[in-house]
Structure formats: structure tokens, C-alpha cells
């Protein structure tokens, strides 16, 4: 019976070590940050000023350019943290669960953005501005996935414990999200016949592709931004909770 | 009748063994061999680490740097580790000779009987009764027995005298005994004095 | 697989030793079910017509409830430790553990299910159906409430924080199983739901007992 843990990865030591990784990172920072700047300019841009209203729906449709990235983004950081949960659990890399952590509550927020921008366009369409449609509410569901596996970090007083056991959950998630995806389109077509508003119309001529896809860019971009910086500051609080413990068993720093 | 149970010559190696809790160090630097027949006595005081060290030898908890490794292990056998933490696993309304027997059912009955390990531990005459009805002491028997039904060459005790009067005392440094005369090995963290042959003791307090 | 018998024995009998536990989540379920109409009013109409959901409902909330007794008892007295140094692996004695809160909390429910009928204006057919939906995914319900407890059991306050988790992903369990139930779909409907719902509930059987063990076992690290 031989237990015996490294935690380094030997290839990966350069990125792994969170030292290092804030360094590695830290000149990445402002460009990305400029760069998510000129892309919602030119996006924001173009959404208002260079595209066609919608016939139906008139202005409103520009809400579109918001809430399908965040829709899709809502996704994508899932997606994201189901990485970093594998990179935890199965590859055992030191920032991997640094990285679930990050992204959790900008996953959350990017889900909320979509449900309150999805709401906002469907009151025009709807008339109310809520409405149990499919979409709507897989991604009500995920919403709560989200804010559970916040609630579910900040329970845990030891974080690295925490780790491994939200990365599990995370996948839990990751292999419910479809099922639940197909169970609410499955019970929303029992409950409503017929389709609400969809988001993508029956034609997409290249004037609304352009803006949306400047926009697509511009939120994934602010999703790195956001999750780098996000890192960075854990890393940093795990240090200062290090350094408050040795201090509070008499140890120097 | 007391089981004379020969294991097979297995020693537990520490290398450059680490161990903590919450990515604190609490010890470190640990390179010993305890070898078959012989037994380790952990001193040290409060906080010092001696139980993180306990769960880390028996594979509860990851070491947070280098190995701990049973030599001479028969791959084929089961489980060689008996851990005996503070907590006695023993559950008020079930009955003590039943929570013996269930033990036995799910780690093996390979050592004494459940008659002859209450017996032994002195719990004969409470074998009907349910556990809840026990005293600390008592239930701290009963704890002890789960030993003795199954036989595993290592034994992992964590204040084992934690409760007992002076006749449990005993009872646990005669059970000790007989084990490293059988040839097991046992690590055992407790603030009190065991007369017992073959005992060397690791003090966490000096390594801290 | 004596270990894994030993154990079923073990957690039927300490669970019918605490059999007023089974009662109260009984009475629980019961209870929930009688205070709907006060809520959304006494129409038999309506009540007939929702009545399938309240119950479903109600069993689920039922099966949070009872989640305490799955993992904390052992957890606080040290079997749970004592459980991973043994030949059993830990899946198998968290396999047993289930199955045993499924027969101890799930059961009595499905058996209490014709109070909350009559209660409801439930007709006899739909009645047969809620049964036998509850029966099949009941068990998708306590294997999901066991990942969530499993998960939870090393946290602080963890006991509030499991049906936030489990309820999300309940929720296919929910549509499927009311949806085996209700007949506006007509019958292919409900017996394409109820595929699903055992589809499910098999999965959850297979792969819940591996989470929350390996859950378990890094909670206690």
C-alpha cells in the first residue's frame, strides 16, 4: 500500500504554481481589458446604429445583441468550470479549482444578464415579462445550479477541501444540464403548444450577423477579463488566509 | 481461548512524510520504519498533529508530501489497517453483541468470535443489552473489540485509554501485547504510560 | 457480498428502531398535501386537476426532509471512517444506505399516497398512476438527495444548503413524473414519461452511489 501524492505536476510547474501563475498573467490584464473595450464599442456600435429593427418587433429586437451572448456565455462558463473540475479531479492541476471557483459567479451573473435581457425583450412580445417558455426556464434552472455551487464554496471553511467536492458537483451538473435541457423543452411543449419568440429569426442577413458576432466576441472577452482578474484575487486571498493562520499559531511569515 | 494470529512480517515505512490539515503543515520531515512486533507511541501536545499523523498512516487523509508505505503486504489479503479514533462508531439502539457481529460481517471474521471478544474486552454479561445503555468506558470497550474480531497486522489507535479506568488500561496494554507478539505493529498516540516491550516513541512536540 | 447484506440488515433495523422518524415523514408529506387547499382553495375541479403535482411535490420535499439520517448519524460517530478502512468499498455501502432510505422513506410515501388522493378529488385511475410514477422515480429522487447530502455533509450548515442543490436537479424527475400522470398528452404520452422517469431512475441508482462516495471520502479529508 503506497499513498503517495505530489501535487506538482512536473510539466505543468511554470502555470501551476499560483505565484507564478499571477505573474505569468498579470501583464495579460490590460490588454484584455482594452481589447473587451473596443469590441463592445465597435459591437454596441454597430447594434445600434448599423443594423436593421426587427419588422415585427422594432427596436427592441437590439436587445438581442445582449442576451444572446449572455446566453451562450451562460453556457460557456459552464462549460468552462466542467473543464476546470476535470483539470481538478483528473489531472490534479493546482489552478484548475482556482479556475472553477472564478468562474462560478460570473457564470451566474452572465445568467442572470440573459434571463433579465430575455425578459426585457419579452415583454414587448409576450406581454408579461415572464413567460415559462423552454429556453427561459433551462436557463432559470441553470441559474440556481449556479448560485448553488456558490453557496456551496462559501460553506466550506476549508476551500481546498471544498474543491474536489464542488469539482464533483460540477460534473453532476454538467451531465444533468441536457437531461434537464430535454425534460423543460419536453414539458414545455406538453404546456404551450404554441412556440413563443425565437431568438434567431427565419433569415439572418449579414447586418445582424456582423453586430452579433462582435458582441459574441466582446463578452467572451469580458468573461476572460473578468476571469483572470477573479483568479488572481483568489490566489491572493488564499495567500492572506495562509499567512492570518501562521500568524494566529505564532509563525513567522 | 485466545487467538494466536501470526502475521505475515509487514513493516509501516515513513518517508519524508508531511501531513496537515487544510494545506497547513503540521508535521514534517518524518523517516522511520516501525517493523512487525515493535510499536510507536506518539506524544506530543494538543494541536501538534498527532491524529492528522494517525488518519495520514491509515490512508484517510493524503499525505502533503512523500509516502507512507506498508512493506511485505500479500496483495490478496484485505484491508490491514484497524483505526480507532476518538469517536467509538458504537450506535445506542443497537444491541452490543449486534454491533460486534456487524462488524465482523463487513470487515471479516477472521479473529475471535463475538462471545469471546466481549468476553475478553469484559462486555459478556452486556452482549443482550443495546449499546446506548453502556457507559463512555464501556462503549470504549466495545470500540477495542472491533479489534479483535477481525485480525489486521496494523493497528492505528488514537487515545485508545481515553475513558478507561484502570482495569480497561490494562485490558488495552495486554490486548497491545498479544497483537505485537503475533507479529502486528501498532502506532498508538496517547498522553498516558504504556508498559509494554517494544515500544519506541516518537515525541511531535520536538518537531513542530 | 456478506458486507453488503450486513449492512442492509444494519440500516433497516436502526431505521425501524427510529421508526417514528418514518412516521413523521409521513405525516410530513400527509400534512403538505392537506394545506394546498387552503392555499389555492377548495374548487374539486382544480384540485383534481393539480392534484398529481401536489403530490409529487410533496414527496419531494418529504425526501429533503428526510436526508438528515442518510449520512449524519454515521458521519458524527465515526462509522463512516470506519467504513472506508473496510473490504466493502465505500460505493457499495453507500448503495446499501440508499436502498434502504429509499424502502424506509419512499415506500411509506407511495403507501400514504390514497390519503392525499382522497383529500384532493384524486379519481381512482389517475390515483393507480401517481402510484406507480412515484414508485419508479422516487428512487432518481433519492439518489440525487443522496449526492446532495453526501456533498454537504463536510459543510457548514449544510443541511439548508442540500435541497438548493438537489432541487435543480430533480427537476426532470418532477416534469416526467407528473407527466406520467396526467393524461392531457394523452397515453403515449405518459408512457413515453414514464420510460423517462425509469430511465432515470436507473441512472441515478447506477452513478449516485460512486458520487457521493467518493463525495464522502473527500468531505472527511
Redesign the interface.
Known amino acids: ?6 501535487p506538482k505536476m512536473r510539466w505543468w510547474e511554470r502555470l501551476a504554481h499560483p505565484g507564478q501563475f499571477v505573474a505569468w498573467t498579470t501583464p495579460l490584464v490590460w490588454p484584455l481589458a482594452g481589447l473587451t473595450a473596443v469590441l463592445f464599442l465597435l459591437g454596441l456600435w454597430f447594434a445600434f446604429f448599423n443594423s436593421p429593427a426587427d419588422y415585427q418587433m422594432g427596436d427592441t429586437v437590439r436587445i438581442m445583441y445582449v442576451h444572446v451572448p449572455t446566453a451562450w456565455l451562460s453556457q460557456f462558463v459552464y462549460a468552462t468550470m466542467a473543464v476546470s473540475a476535470l483539470g481538478t479531479l483528473v489531472w490534479r492541476h493546482p489552478m484548475a479549482d482556482v479556475s472553477m471557483k472564478a468562474a462560478a459567479p460570473l457564470g451566474a451573473a452572465f445568467t442572470a444578464m440573459a434571463l433579465y435581457t430575455g425578459s426585457l425583450w419579452g415583454r414587448p412580445t409576450w406581454g408579461t415579462f415572464w413567460e415559462w417558455d423552454g429556453r427561459m426556464t433551462s436557463t432559470l434552472v441553470l441559474l440556481f445550479i449556479y448560485l448553488g455551487i456558490v453557496a456551496l464554496w462559501r460553506a466550506f ?2 476551500q ?2 471544498a474543491a474536489r467536492i464542488v469539482a464533483i458537483f460540477t460534473l453532476v451538473g454538467a451531465v444533468n444540464i441536457p437531461i434537464i435541457k430535454f425534460s423543460v423543452d419536453w414539458w414545455s411543449t406538453l404546456h404551450q403548444p404554441a412556440s413563443v419568440f425565437r431568438a434567431d429569426g427565419p433569415t439572418m442577413p449579414g447586418s445582424i450577423l456582423v453586430p452579433l458576432f462582435i458582441m459574441f466576441f466582446a463578452f467572451t472577452f469580458l468573461f476572460l477579463t473578468l476571469q483572470l482578474v477573479a483568479m488572481q484575487t483568489e490566489v491572493r486571498r488564499r495567500r492572506v488566509a ?1 499567512l492570518e ?2 500568524a494566529a ?1 505564532g509563525e513567522a511569515a | 481461548m485466545t487467538q494466536r494470529q501470526v502475521f505475515p512480517p509487514l513493516s509501516l515505512h515513513l518517508r519524508a512524510l508531511a501531513c496537515g ?4 503543515v503540521l508535521v514534517e520531515g518524518l523517516e522511520l520504519v516501525v517493523p512487525a512486533g515493535t510499536g510507536l507511541l506518539l506524544r506530543g501536545p494538543n494541536g501538534a498533529g498527532k491524529s492528522t499523523l494517525l488518519m ?1 498512516l ?13 512493506a511485505g ?1 500479500d496483495g490478496e489479503a ?6 480507532c ?7 445506542p ?2 444491541g452490543v453483541a ?1 454491533t460486534l ?3 465482523t ?4 471474521a477472521s479473529g475471535l468470535g463475538v462471545a469471546d471478544a466481549l468476553e475478553r474486552v469484559g462486555l459478556a454479561r452486556q452482549a443482550r443489552l443495546d449499546a446506548g445503555h453502556l457507559s463512555a468506558g464501556q462503549q470504549r470497550r466495545l470500540a477495542l473489540a ?1 479489534l479483535l474480531v477481525t485480525a489486521r497486522p496494523v493497528w492505528l489507535l488514537d487515545e485508545p485509554t481515553a475513558a478507561l479506568d484502570a482495569e480497561g488500561h490494562g485490558l488495552l496494554e495486554a490486548m497491545l501485547a498479544e497483537h505485537l507478539a503475533a507479529g502486528g505493529l501498532a502506532v498508538v498516540a496517547t498522553h498516558e504510560t504504556l508498559d509494554l516491550a517494544g515500544l519506541r516513541t516518537l515525541d511531535l512536540g520536538a518537531t513542530a | 457480498m ?2 453488503f ?3 442492509l440488515r ?1 440500516e433497516l ?2 431505521a425501524l ?2 421508526g417514528g422518524e418514518m412516521l413523521t415523514l409521513v405525516l410530513f408529506f400527509v400534512i403538505v398535501g392537506a394545506i394546498t387547499p387552503f392555499a389555492v382553495g377548495p374548487d374539486q375541479a382544480l384540485l383534481a386537476r393539480i392534484a398529481p403535482g401536489i403530490v409529487w411535490i410533496a414527496a419531494f420535499l418529504a425526501m429533503l426532509l428526510g436526508l438528515g439520517r442518510l449520512f449524519g ?1 454515521d458521519h ?4 463512516l ?8 468499498p465505500l460505493a457499495a455501502a453507500v448503495a446499501a444506505k440508499v436502498i434502504v432510505h429509499w424502502l424506509t422513506a419512499a415506500l411509506p410515501l407511495v403507501l400514504a399516497t390514497p390519503i392525499l388522493a382522497l383529500l384532493l378529488a384524486m379519481d381512482g385511475e389517475t390515483l393507480g398512476r401517481t402510484m406507480v410514477s412515484l414508485l419508479v422515480g422516487t428512487p432518481a429522487l433519492a439518489g440525487f438527495g443522496a449526492v446532495g447530502a453526501a456533498v454537504t455533509l463536510a459543510a457548514r450548515r449544510g443541511g439548508l444548503l442540500a435541497p438548493i442543490l438537489i432541487a435543480p436537479l430533480s427537476v426532470p424527475v418532477l416534469i416526467f413524473g407528473v407527466g406520467a400522470v396526467s393524461p392531457s398528452g394523452g397515453p403515449d404520452q405518459a408512457w413515453t414519461a414514464l420510460l423517462l422517469l425509469a430511465a432515470l431512475s436507473l441512472m441515478a441508482a447506477a452513478l449516485s452511489p460512486l458520487v457521493a462516495a467518493l463525495a464522502l471520502a473527500w468531505g ?2
Open positions: 500500500m503506497t499513498i503517495d501524492t505530489t471553511d476549508d481546498l477541501r495562509t493562520r501562521k499559531r | 490539515r487544510g494545506g497547513m495520514t491509515a490512508g484517510l487523509i493524503p499525505p502533503l508530501g512523500g509516502a507512507v508505505e506498508l503486504q484485505g484491508p490491514a489497517i484497524h483505526y479514533g476518538h469517536r467509538n462508531a458504537v450506535r439502539r443497537l449486534e457481529a456487524f462488524w460481517a463487513v470487515n471479516g472491533r | 456478506s458486507g447484506s450486513a449492512l444494519r433495523r436502526l428502531a427510529h448519524p458524527e460517530d465515526g462509522t471512517t470506519l467504513l472506508r478502512l473496510a473490504e466493502l472527511e479529508e
